[in-house]
């Protein structure tokens, strides 16, 4: 392994936008790298599945992914980047070394937003899209019965999933009212996303769908066995193994943050062909603003060639998305003030009271300095009081003591 | 689903279990019954909540690595697991 590798764009995530970047560049002759976290590339959405075949939309993108000349850094987590010497520090299990690039795109994509209600550190409650990658990494969900919870098109696309694994759902708690749902319904279907809601809803056919509803608290002793609902003006109780929650989500902007670019009500602000703010640093994906797979691959594809190619007609279904699936203001009550916010260093809400500010919170209770470094509480946060955390420093994740001294070193 | 998953030896806690090859640490955990991943500061129990490698609520000890995300990790013959630690 060499010290430093040198490449003429880099690209940051190997999902949709990622993959769409990577193969655009390298088509047009860019000697290419493509670093990502996992094993394999297709990011969160297209992780391999276990016991189901890719679709074909994945199909495509992979095999021209397989064909493109790109060196492909996978197991490869990026722990420190600087902007103007064009170097990042990145670290593999076996050990560590620097990255240089004349353009990096960023496609880091996002995770699941998380908000805080009694029960929810409990075993058993886990994300929507997280126990979809669970299943998809061989968990057996046969019989198993699961309320899925909190708020976008994700539940119904996870909820459908776990479903045709065998699981048994026993309702879907959309926070959303059943009007915003319509007329989101209706203008999707604008933008060629009708056949594939309806799929979802045939795949669900007699499933408990409650609209204008929220999960009030998890209970169990050692692990969740049953949910409280509220459900119009009642509350329901469901039995269950698991809660697949998920409140939307969150962009992963610790990266960008870091190289400088400018940030725009919590997303990469980008200019024509996806430039951010930053010289030769391009975004695409979710990190410039919530939209799918169709628009992350056509702003990848934009990032990765330099040219405009007209990814911005996917604006008004990101704003669509926002403007339905924004969590209502009710939700800013669900946790209690004993509840956990902070899970990594165990903050209770009421530890925050009277602080107006991260900064504030991190110095006096510890919340958002434990090892997910504030990526769970932080997107919490800024819903429950506002705060946005938006100073990052490396190393961007836990490294390794010898990543950060000595980087090229092949630890042992 | 209907296909025969191969099980392969592993050891969780000083015991012998058979775990789906390919799997995930975090699922073949979760796959035997194990709900306790780790213990937070506060000693409560905890297992993985966003199955990506971002919340380190996973966190285990394999073969002799501590904190190791389970979700990231993939099961291999002769492995051993520690939730314990």
Not at chain 1, 12 to 33: L, M, N, Q
Not at chain 1, 108 to 130: D, M
Not at chain 1, 267 to 281: H, I, L, Y
């Amino acid at each position: 392994m060499n010290e430093r590798q040198e490449f003429d764009v880099v690209v940051a995530g190997a999902g949709p936008a990622g993959i769409a970047a990577a193969c655009a560049a390298a088509e047009s002759g860019a000697a290419v790298g493509l670093i990502d976290d996992n094993s394999e590339p297709g990011g969160q959405v297209w992780r391999r599945d276990r016991s189901h075949a890719p679709s074909q939309l994945a199909r495509f993108w992979l095999n021209r992914l397989e064909r493109a000349s790109i060196h492909r850094f996978s197991q490869t987590r990026i722990v420190a980047a600087t902007a103007r010497s064009r170097v990042l520090v990145v670290e593999q299990p076996r050990g560590s070394f620097e990255v240089s690039y004349r353009k990096l795109v960023l496609a880091t994509g996002a995770r699941e937003r998380f908000l805080p209600f009694p029960g929810w550190t409990l075993p058993g409650v886990v994300g929507a899209g997280g126990l979809q990658a669970l299943v998809k990494s061989g968990l057996d969900v046969q019989g198993a019965r699961i309320v899925v919870a909190g708020t976008g098109p994700l539940l119904l696309a996870a909820a459908s999933h776990l479903r045709l694994a065998g699981a048994r759902i026993q309702a879907i708690v959309e926070q959303a009212p059943l009007p915003s749902l319509t007329r989101f319904a209706l203008q999707s279907a604008r933008y060629g996303k009708a056949a594939q809601a309806l799929g979802l809803g045939l795949d669900l056919i007699g499933v408990p769908l409650h609209v204008s509803s929220w999960i009030e608290a998890a209970e169990g002793a050692r692990r969740v066995s049953a949910v409280r609902v509220r459900v119009l003006k009642k509350v329901k109780t469901y039995p269950c193994d698991y809660v697949a929650t998920s409140f939307g989500l969150a962009p992963n902007i610790e990266l960008p943050v870091l190289a400088g670019c400018e940030i725009e009500d919590g997303f990469v602000a980008v200019t024509g062909g996806q430039r951010t703010s930053v010289k030769d640093v391009y975004a695409a994906g979710e990190i410039t603003g919530i939209g799918g797979v169709d628009s992350a691959l056509a702003e990848g594809q934009e990032a990765g060639s330099g040219n405009a190619l007209g990814a911005d007609r996917w604006l008004p279904f990101k704003r669509l998305l926002h403007d339905t699936f924004n969590p209502r203001d009710e939700l800013r009550s669900l946790a209690a003030p004993e509840t956990i916010v902070c899970r990594c260093e165990d903050v209770r809400r009421s530890a925050l009271d009277g602080m107006t500010c991260w900064r504030e919170a991190k110095l006096q209770t510890r919340c958002g300095m434990g090892t997910c470094q504030g990526r769970v509480c932080g997107a919490a946060l800024q819903f429950l009081n506002g705060w946005r955390n938006e100073s990052v420093r490396p190393p961007l994740l836990p490294a390794r003591v010898e990543t950060l001294a000595n980087p090229g070193r092949r630890s042992r | 689903m209907l296909r025969a998953i191969e099980r392969i030896p592993i050891t969780v806690n000083g015991e012998p279990r058979m775990v789906p090859r390919g799997a995930s640490v975090a699922a073949a955990l979760l796959g035997l019954g194990i709900t306790e991943f780790r213990r937070s500061v506060t000693g409560e129990p905890r297992a993985p909540l966003c199955g990506m490698g971002i919340c380190m609520e996973c966190r285990v000890t394999v073969d002799g690595a501590l904190h190791t995300l389970a979700c990231q990790t993939e099961v291999c013959e002769g492995m051993t697991v520690r939730t314990d630690e």
